[in-house]
């Protein structure tokens, strides 16, 4: 089945870096655009960034400027995030989404089951 | 960025009881609205896309509609496994706003 596995969460002290991953499976992957959602904890959600399916096309929200990299890699079927200078308000789980638009609409299915990133000194 | 304002943040209700919730666009977003459910611990789960299209396998108690900047979803017969966080989500823009939620009690 159309399966998203995230990872490499973890708790990270404040001013380091970041990379996570997600690996998806069941789909094919290179036809897909892809997000990154996260949701600090007690929190609502919150989105972070798109990418385009080939990879070409890539958007952040104003919270994300700046720090955050979203890349992928067809070739493995794995989507990432890269952040940098975390910060303590960067504590969330990290949730991948496929995106799926046809005519009329746009929404995130599936989702991953997330990764929690911890900012803490 | 579009803005979405999504009510109310919490409600309580009974076994069998008819719920709504509303979401409002601060400008016209046509049918770009989804509305996902959350259980603790989980990953966000899609009801209906496009504002009415319910998704395969969401019972038929759940239903979308609306147009425009307002929206709601109603769940018909509530049922205890209803019990979760509902989010209402716009994607008209390249900012895909979530609404802050609303916690469903039973």
């Known amino acids: 089945q159309e399966q998203l596995v995230e990872s490499g969460g973890g708790v990270v002290q404040p001013g380091r870096s970041l990379k996570l991953s997600c690996a998806a499976s069941g789909f094919s992957f290179s036809k897909y655009a892809m997000h990154w959602v996260r949701q600090a904890p007690g929190k609502g959600l919150e989105w972070v960034a798109v990418i385009s399916f080939d990879g070409n096309n890539k958007y952040y929200s104003e919270s994300a400027k700046g720090r955050f990299t979203i890349s992928r890699d067809n070739s493995q079927d794995t989507l990432f995030l890269q952040v940098n200078t975390l910060r303590e308000e960067d504590t969330a789980v990290y949730f991948c989404?496929?995106?799926?638009?046809?005519?009329?609409?746009?929404?995130?299915?599936?989702w991953g089951q997330g990764t929690l990133v911890t900012v803490s000194s | 960025d579009i803005q979405v304002t999504q009510s109310p943040s919490s409600l309580s209700a009974s076994v069998g009881d008819r719920v709504t919730i509303t979401c409002r666009a601060s400008?016209?977003?046509?049918?770009?609205l989804n509305w996902y459910q959350q259980k603790p611990g989980k990953a966000p789960k899609l009801l209906i896309s496009?504002?009415?299209r319910l998704q395969s396998g969401v019972p038929s108690r759940f239903s979308g509609s609306g147009s425009g900047t307002v929206f709601t979803l109603a769940i018909s017969s509530l049922q205890p496994e209803d019990s979760a966080n509902y989010y209402c989500?716009?994607?008209?823009?390249?900012?895909?706003?979530f609404g802050q939620g609303t916690k469903v009690e039973i």
């Open positions: 989404a496929r995106d799926r638009e046809d005519f009329g609409g746009r929404w995130f299915d599936p």
């Open positions: 496009a504002a009415s």
């Open positions: 400008q016209s977003i046509s049918t770009y």
């Open positions: 989500q716009e994607s008209s823009t390249n900012a895909w706003t």
